[in-house]
C-alpha cells in the first residue's frame, strides 16, 4: 500500500470527528473549565449567555451539581470580539472594556468561592453568529488568602436578551423602600 492511499484512508477514517452531530445542528453551547492552586478541579457542561442591554455587559455562566463559573463581560459600547481584561469583578463595569471571572464548588466542608483578579478573555464570534472564546485568569478566594489558577473555554453561544436581573442603573435605587406603617405603635 503507497503512502498516498494510506493517507487517503487515515483522512476518510478521521472525517467523521470533523462533521456535525447527525441531526446537522451545530453542537450545543458549552463551557470547560480547569483550576489549579491548594484545590484543583473542573467543570465542563452546557453555557448560557444573556446580554443585559441596559447595563451593557454579556454574562456566560455555567453550573453542574454545586459547581457554578460565570463570566461577565463589558465592552465599550456595542458587544464586539476581541480581548477583555479580567479585573475584579467589582470594579468591571466600570473599566470597559473589562471581564470579571468567578467560580464556585462545593468543598468538603464548606462552598469555595473565588473572584479573578488578573488575565483576559478572548471573545470571537463565528461567522454563523455564534460566540465562543478562551480565558486564562488568577483568582482569589473571597473567604481567605487561597489563590488559583483558571483556564477554560466556551464555544457555540447564542446569545439572548437577559431574562432577568438586568435593571437600568439610573432607575435602580441604592435606598430600600421605607416599609408600610402596620399601624402598632
Known amino acids: 500500500m503507497t503512502v498516498v492511499r494510506l493517507s487517503s484512508l487515515v483522512m476518510l477514517w478521521m472525517l467523521p470527528a470533523c462533521q456535525r452531530p447527525a441531526n446537522g445542528l451545530p453542537s450545543e453551547p458549552h463551557l470547560e473549565l480547569t483550576w489549579s492552586g491548594k484545590d484543583q478541579g473542573k467543570l465542563s457542561g452546557a453555557a448560557t449567555a444573556q446580554w443585559c442591554e441596559p447595563r451593557r455587559f454579556l454574562e456566560i455562566h455555567a453550573v453542574q451539581g454545586d459547581t457554578g463559573a460565570a463570566l461577565a463581560l463589558y465592552p465599550e459600547r456595542a458587544l464586539a470580539a476581541g480581548s477583555y481584561p479580567v479585573v475584579d469583578p467589582p470594579k468591571a ?19 469555595q468561592g473565588f473572584q479573578g483578579d488578573s ?13 465562543s472564546g478562551r480565558f486564562g485568569a488568577r483568582a482569589r478566594s473571597v473567604a481567605d488568602t487561597q489563590r488559583i489558577r483558571l483556564t477554560g473555554s466556551f464555544r457555540d453561544l447564542v446569545v439572548k436578551p437577559a431574562a432577568s436581573g438586568c435593571v437600568d442603573p439610573d432607575q435602580e435605587s441604592d435606598v430600600d423602600p421605607e416599609p408600610p406603617d402596620s399601624s402598632v405603635h
Open 93 to 111: 463595569e466600570s473599566l470597559p472594556p473589562a471581564a470579571g471571572v468567578a467560580v464556585r464548588w462545593l468543598g468538603p466542608t464548606v462552598v
Open 119 to 131: 488575565g483576559s478573555v478572548i471573545l470571537e464570534r463565528s461567522s454563523t453568529g455564534l460566540w
